[in-house]
């Protein structure tokens, strides 16, 4: 039986995630979607709150599990029993970062492999970054994301946004 690991911060879920989830779980026999909890970055929405939507939008995929984890993402994949990371490399830009991630893992734990799905070519410019660019400034992300996430982005942004002029009062 082949498990597969798919990490990333999902701050929040895109379609250009969505697709990756979608292509992979149709070639492994369950896929793990694996959600970090990374203390070095200022995330838009918790863990758990990444977790519920992504939980929304797989709810149709029979063989994915949405986990959260933090630490090395190696020890995740073996807590989880998996041998097979999966990435998805957008562009050019993503190469670099992706290929020594990959690397070093394979230095750490050898028996564990990393597999590259390129984007779709109608998602590759998109990240979550991008996503929350335009949710600032009230831009329609609906052709960005999956539905779960318009309606959660929408209240996120308006705390954001109070909180903001009350400390610029
Ligand atoms: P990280 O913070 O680890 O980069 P992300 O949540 O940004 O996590 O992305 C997780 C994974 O999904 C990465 O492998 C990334 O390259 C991939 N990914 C992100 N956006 C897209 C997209 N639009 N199309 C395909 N893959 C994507």
Excluded: C
């Excluded at 995630?17 to 990374?38: A, K, P, T, Y």
């Excluded at 991630?101 to 492999?113: F, G, R, V, Y």
């Excluded at 329609?140 to 318009?150: E, T």
């Amino acid at each position: 039986m082949l498990r597969a690991i798919y990490p990333g911060s999902f701050d929040p879920v895109t379609l250009g995630h969505m697709d990756i989830i979608r292509r992979s779980s149709n070639i492994v026999d369950e896929l793990i979607v694996g959600v970090l909890n990374n203390n070095a970055k200022t995330p838009l929405f918790s863990v758990k709150e990444r977790v519920r939507m992504l939980k929304e939008a797989t709810k149709e995929l029979e063989n994915v599990q949405i986990i959260p984890f933090e630490g090395l993402l190696i020890d995740f994949v073996k807590k989880m029993d998996a041998k097979l990371v999966i990435r998805g490399l957008r562009a050019i830009t993503d190469f670099e970062y992706e290929l020594q991630m990959s690397q070093t893992n394979h230095k750490l734990a050898p028996d564990i492999e990393t597999m590259f799905l390129t984007t779709s070519l109608e998602y590759s410019f998109l990240s979550s970054t991008t996503v929350k660019e335009i949710a600032t400034f009230g831009g329609d992300i609906s052709q960005f994301v999956p539905p779960v996430v318009i309606e959660n982005i929408k209240q996120k942004m308006e705390i954001k946004n109070k909180k903001e002029s009350i400390t610029h009062e």
